[in-house]
């Protein structure tokens, strides 16, 4: 059975001057259901339930039609938190806790836009129209970018929702009213899982390459580094997945993709989804609160990866951070030490904590595949493990290391000669 092992810390956070003094990063992540989330508010630890010092703007199209999302749409910035009557979270809020300990200098902004059941063909496209059997769900890609949406609407591509409020655009405009310089600094992308359930798996690439070159050219950052949540094995029959047999070449089409358009651009990343544990046996789309709080990391590992040097060893083990090997199945152990190694934070002694893993527990799990990843750290790594916590000192943050979440695989893998290559 494969190990995996990441470090989480929490802490109270603090604005320096410095960071006012800085753009603002904008990251947006957007997705369907588990980029919302099903993570349970509670299990939190309590320096995560209420991040006040990163701002958050939220938006789940379920509110559109009065549901559990409905109170939850932001129409200012709050701090990042669990949202929803039942108080749900994905990966956004350990993601905002490694970005704001990485970069200390900056204030941290995360918009998220994100609904389940959600595909690209009918949902994100930039210009599409709406759709006639889930109208909620439409146009999500306006929804999100708004004026800087370039795709006109008109005739059957009308505007369902003309006079909703849009989100990043609407954010952005808030930062400027108040003084704020800012930048957008990436786009999380996790979705899939829907594609994997029919046709539109095998041109999955294609829509994922135009979604991607749509979203650079209007945001206005032809480089925009983009960070790409694997779908997860979970999904296979073989493994108790609600995927119906025969169709296993469908999901190998959409992780395929997924690897292949991370491989074939420089500033795009794939993390791995595979450790994960199903949410419920019986519910093996989502994962369970512990494994939202690991994605969060990863995607923060790949991030500051791309946003470094791309020849330093720490971006080149992390680029996919998580992730060793589309044969392997992954390992994503010693994520903390990725980011470590691209000196951000937890670098060998500083903060008491170490670069664990991001040159050689990462760079083992990337090198090996088929191999659990569990090379020995670096400094101030764990053999076995390649994790290690990730310290900090920096005028922004002030950590609680809450230990280790170790995730076990599943026990029913399918053949890894049958999983995206």
Known sequence: MKRYCIALAAGVLSI?????????????????????GFGVGDDLPAGLRSQRDIWYDHFNPDARQGGMYAAATSTDWGPLEPKGEARRYGPEITFGHAIAAAYPEHRIAIVKVAQGGTNLVDHWGRGLPPDPESLYKSQLYHALFG???????????????????TRLDSALARLE????????????????????????????GATLRAFIAAVRADVGVPDLPVVIGRISDNLYPANGGPIAAGKEANIDA???????????????AWVDTDD?????PDDAYHFDSAAYQVLGQRFADAYVALAGDAGSPGAASASSAGSAGAGGGGAAAGSSGATGATGSAGSAGAGGGGAAAGSSGTTGATGSAGSSGAAAGGA??????????????????TVAALGLVALAGLRRRRPRGRQAG
């Open 380 to 397: 101030g790594g764990r053999s076995g493990c390649g994790c290690g916590a990730a310290g900090g000192e920096g005028p922004r943050t």
């Open 177 to 204: 009213a108040e003084g704020h310089d800012h930048e957008i600094a990436a786009l999380l992308w996790m979705q899939g899982e829907n594609e994997a359930g029919w046709s539109a798996a095998f041109n999955y």
């Open 254 to 268: 959409v992780r395929a993709a997924q690897v292949t358009v991370a491989d074939e651009d420089p500033r795009v």
């Open 147 to 165: 004026k800087l949406d370039s795709a006109t609407y008109e005739g059957d591509r009308a505007l369902e929702y003309p006079d909703e409020p």
């Open 16 to 36: 320096s001057a410095s960071a006012m003094a800085q753009p603002v990063k904008v990251f947006v992540l957007a997705g369907q259901s588990n980029m919302v």
């Open 276 to 280: 994960f544990a199903p949410r419920a």
